[in-house]
């Protein structure tokens, strides 16, 4: 089993003064804990130098990401934030097609495709999510639902780009319900999703690429998701807000690895 990927999406949460102790907090829990698991923290846009200030310290152990960018290079978009201000930011990953995106903010699959293809010039790895309704599931479209998604936003690319990227699978249901996947519903769309792959990429790239869970993820049922064969770790929402928490996740991963 290949080692875990755990990214922290705080949303639209924390004033600076508390995204200071939390990062602050992360940073001295992770600090000499000699973990295989990634950690990637994306804090909101405005505490990314802050975060990367940590990032950048000795002793870290996390990268950092965002939670959106621009489908557009630069101009007249005001308001919005460029891949390439992110990338001079020091920024590495950035979370794109959230289902909060696509809900509140019409992001669309080539929306999400314009923006993989900003963050791919600029070398940030895009964490593209994909997810159904709870409608959806309960009328059995799940699997179509999510192969339409990943290929309208994703297999415009050729191979040596599409080795950069996180898919994360979030069922819509689960995103800060309580209500998590089971393993078994999680492990079987992850299948899903890399046979996808596969058939398009081949083998090599299929294997190599993170899929994580998001969706209720929390330090009680972390070790069994993570421990699914295509469950390469969590895309984490409330439970990356506390920091021991989102430790206790990251400490799941590795496990899973150990033990598997
Ligand atoms: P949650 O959110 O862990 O709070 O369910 C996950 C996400 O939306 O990325």
């Not at 940590?54 to 007249?76: L, P, T, V």
């Not at 994909?130 to 639902?145: M, V």
């Not at 990429?201 to 699914?228: M, T």
Request: charged share 25%; net charge negative; aromatic share 10%.
């Amino acid at each position: 089993m290949k080692e875990k990927l755990v990214i922290g999406n705080w949303k639209m949460n924390k004033t600076f003064e508390q995204a200071d102790d939390l990062i602050g907090d992360i940073f001295d829990l992770l600090k000499g804990f000699h973990k295989t698991t990634e950690v990637v923290i994306c804090p909101p846009s405005l505490y990314l130098e802050l975060a990367t200030d940590y990032a950048d310290a000795e002793d870290s152990n996390f990268r950092i990401g965002a939670q959106n960018c621009s489908e557009y290079k630069n101009g007249a978009y005001t308001g919005e934030i460029s891949a390439e201000m992110l990338s001079e930011m020091e920024v590495e990953f950035c979370i794109v097609g959230h289902s909060e995106r696509r809900k509140y903010f019409g992001e669309t699959d080539e929306t999400v495709a314009k923006k993989v293809d900003r963050l791919i010039e600029q070398n940030i790895i895009p964490v593209v999510c994909c997810g159904e309704q709870l409608e959806e599931r309960k009328a059995g479209k799940h699997f179509e639902i999510v192969e339409k998604q990943v290929k309208e936003s994703l297999f415009h690319l050729p191979a040596n780009h599409f080795e950069h990227v996180v898919i994360a699978y979030e069922p819509v249901w689960a995103i800060g319900t309580g209500e998590t996947a089971t393993p078994a519903q999680a492990e079987e769309m992850h299948a899903f999703i890399r046979s996808l792959v596969e058939k398009q990429y081949g083998a090599d790239v299929a294997y190599n690429l993170y899929i994580l869970y998001g969706g209720s993820c929390n330090p009680k049922n972390a070790l069994e998701l993570f421990s699914q064969q295509d469950v390469d770790g969590g895309l984490i929402g409330g439970a990356s807000l506390t920091a021991s928490d989102f430790v206790a996740i990251v400490e799941a991963g590795d496990t899973a690895v150990k033990d598997n």
